[in-house]
């Protein structure tokens, strides 16, 4: 009987110092002994300790991961594309095989409404469900309290976190496969300067009435004005403000919004009823979902940030898409969310691969941090570092023809560190 079929026997009820002295004593006259050196009996107890002192949600066979994926209320569409995306990746991941002979196992909670629930989710996927690490999660409303949750439990997420909305403070614990609300809307900004002569007329910027994106708002107008834009408002569009800001929009010959899509949708029909067409700029991870419902007056006045286009994708990973989508019964919709999904597991196995069967959450990030040019198929390629933690930092630009539903590619791919 060699050593390592006794250790199987024997290590798994035993403390380290009980698992060295089984080996060299014997738990009854039937077992073999062996001699090691005391150096031998200090790797052995080691071991033992490692094997003892993991991370939670790591098991012999299997690894935990969590999402928050909301079922109800205006992101209930994209949550579902998001689950869906998630699990098949997960079952082909484990269908091959897992990862160092681990099975990928996947929770995922409802975020609620609000703030609140929104972290009492996340402490039971924590807490309770003893997640390794986090995946994808869609919970715009966690954004203000996400990095000091996960710095103080010590969990690293993939994903996407300010793609829908600004986040509060950069984290260490978080990666983002594509670039967030700020990038794309800078990326707009410098296309509405450079290719349209926009900076010298008025241009509103426009936010819901939560105060959700005003940190968003802020930081893009400054921007504007830094680039030499001379007459920069902020609006808000609410329910008590819609009326109010028709008028504000009199003179502007653009508009930036950030928002939801069935708002941006509505607010293209009020200025269009009140007899003004503006430039119109917006996030398409934000607004592509709603956009057939423009007033044909908008067409080609409509400019959206894409963080990637359909010739960024590989032959392998155009195909791996199809059948993806084929498998789950999803369309074109939320097209955004489902490549960043795509995209955040590919790069989570990529990095547990690389770290090894011995993976804990810090070795995680180390291996995620080594990730570079790394090509998902279906974006730019990757890039994170040990003070990188955005995979992409630029956007391309895309025009629409509302009448025939077409997209029209204006501007490259251009990274943000080359823009002003």
């Given at each position: 009987?060699?050593?390592c079929?006794?250790l199987?026997?024997?290590?798994?009820?035993?403390t380290p110092?009980?698992?060295?002295?089984?080996?060299?004593e014997?738990?009854?006259?039937a077992?073999p002994?062996f001699?090691?050196?005391?150096?031998?009996?200090?790797?052995?107890?080691?071991?033992?300790r490692?094997?003892?002192?993991?991370?939670?949600g790591?098991?012999n066979?299997?690894l935990?991961?969590g999402?928050?994926?909301?079922?109800?209320?205006?992101?209930?569409?994209?949550?579902?594309?998001?689950?869906?995306?998630?699990?098949?990746?997960i079952?082909?991941?484990?269908?091959?095989?897992?990862?160092?002979g681990?099975?990928?196992?996947?929770?995922?909670?409802?975020?609620?409404?609000?703030?609140?629930?929104?972290?009492?989710?996340?402490r039971?996927?924590?807490?309770?469900?003893?997640?390794?690490?986090?995946?994808?999660?869609?919970?715009?409303?966690?954004?203000?309290?996400?990095?000091?949750?996960?710095?103080?439990?010590?969990?690293?997420?993939?994903?996407?976190?300010?793609?829908l909305?600004?986040?509060?403070a950069?984290?260490?614990?978080?990666?983002?496969?594509?670039p967030?609300?700020?990038?794309q809307?800078?990326?707009?900004?410098?296309?509405a300067?450079?290719?349209?002569a926009?900076?010298?007329?008025?241009?509103?910027?426009?936010?819901?009435?939560?105060?959700?994106?005003?940190?968003?708002?802020?930081t893009?107008?400054?921007?504007?004005?830094a680039?030499?834009?001379?007459?920069?408002?902020?609006?808000?569009?609410?329910?008590?403000a819609r009326?109010?800001?028709?008028?504000?929009?009199?003179?502007v010959?653009?508009v930036f919004?950030?928002?939801?899509?069935?708002?941006?949708?509505?607010?293209?029909?009020?200025l269009?009823?009140?007899?003004?067409?503006?430039?119109?700029?917006?996030?398409?991870?934000q607004?592509?979902?709603?956009?057939?419902?423009?007033?044909?007056?908008?067409?080609?006045?409509?400019f959206?940030?894409?963080?990637?286009?359909?010739?960024?994708?590989?032959?392998?990973?155009?195909?791996?898409?199809?059948?993806?989508r084929?498998?789950?019964?999803?369309?074109?919709q939320?097209?955004?969310?489902?490549?960043?999904?795509?995209?955040?597991?590919?790069l989570?196995a990529?990095?547990?691969?690389?770290a090894?069967?011995?993976?804990?959450?810090?070795?995680?990030?180390e291996?995620?941090?080594?990730?570079?040019d790394?090509?998902?198929?279906?974006?730019?390629?990757v890039?994170?570092?040990?003070?990188?933690?955005?995979?992409?930092?630029?956007?391309?630009?895309?025009?629409?023809d509302?009448?025939l539903?077409?997209?029209y590619?204006?501007?490259?791919?251009?990274?943000?560190?080359?823009?002003?």
């Amino acid at each position: 009987m060699c050593l390592c079929l006794c250790l199987s026997a024997v290590a798994v009820e035993l403390t380290p110092r009980a698992l060295v002295r089984a080996v060299t004593e014997g738990l009854d006259p039937a077992m073999p002994r062996f001699v090691l050196s005391s150096a031998d009996q200090i790797s052995l107890a080691a071991y033992k300790r490692q094997e003892d002192d993991h991370d939670p949600g790591l098991e012999n066979d299997r690894l935990r991961l969590g999402t928050l994926l909301p079922s109800s209320g205006p992101l209930a569409r994209a949550g579902h594309t998001v689950a869906a995306v998630l699990r098949d990746s997960i079952e082909r991941i484990n269908q091959a095989g897992g990862i160092h002979g681990r099975q990928l196992q996947l929770s995922i909670l409802d975020p609620g409404p609000d703030l609140a629930s929104a972290e009492q989710a996340l402490r039971k996927l924590i807490d309770e469900e003893q997640v390794f690490a986090l995946v994808a999660p869609l919970a715009p409303a966690l954004a203000p309290r996400l990095p000091a949750l996960l710095e103080a439990a010590g969990v690293p997420v993939v994903g996407p976190q300010t793609l829908l909305e600004a986040s509060s403070a950069p984290s260490r614990q978080i990666f983002e496969p594509l670039p967030g609300l700020r990038e794309q809307f800078n990326a707009l900004a410098n296309y509405a300067s450079d290719s349209l002569a926009l900076a010298s007329s008025p241009t509103l910027i426009v936010t819901p009435g939560d105060g959700s994106l005003e940190l968003q708002a802020r930081t893009l107008q400054q921007y504007l004005k830094a680039q030499g834009w001379q007459d920069v408002r902020r609006q808000v569009y609410s329910v008590d403000a819609r009326a109010g800001l028709i008028g504000t929009a009199g003179d502007v010959s653009s508009v930036f919004y950030m928002g939801s899509a069935e708002h941006f949708s509505e607010l293209a029909g009020r200025l269009h009823s009140a007899g003004l067409t503006p430039y119109l700029f917006a996030s398409s991870a934000q607004v592509a979902g709603d956009i057939q419902q423009l007033p044909g007056a908008f067409s080609r006045r409509l400019f959206l940030a894409y963080p990637f286009i359909p010739s960024d994708w590989s032959a392998p990973g155009r195909s791996a898409l199809t059948r993806l989508r084929l498998r789950q019964g999803l369309d074109g919709q939320h097209a955004v969310m489902q490549v960043s999904a795509y995209c955040s597991v590919a790069l989570l196995a990529e990095a547990l691969k690389r770290a090894g069967r011995d993976v804990s959450r810090e070795t995680l990030i180390e291996s995620l941090e080594s990730l570079h040019d790394f090509d998902t198929g279906l974006t730019p390629r990757v890039s994170f570092g040990p003070g990188k933690r955005m995979g992409l930092s630029g956007a391309h630009i895309v025009t629409v023809d509302l009448g025939l539903l077409q997209f029209y590619p204006v501007a490259p791919y251009i990274p943000l560190e080359t823009t002003p």
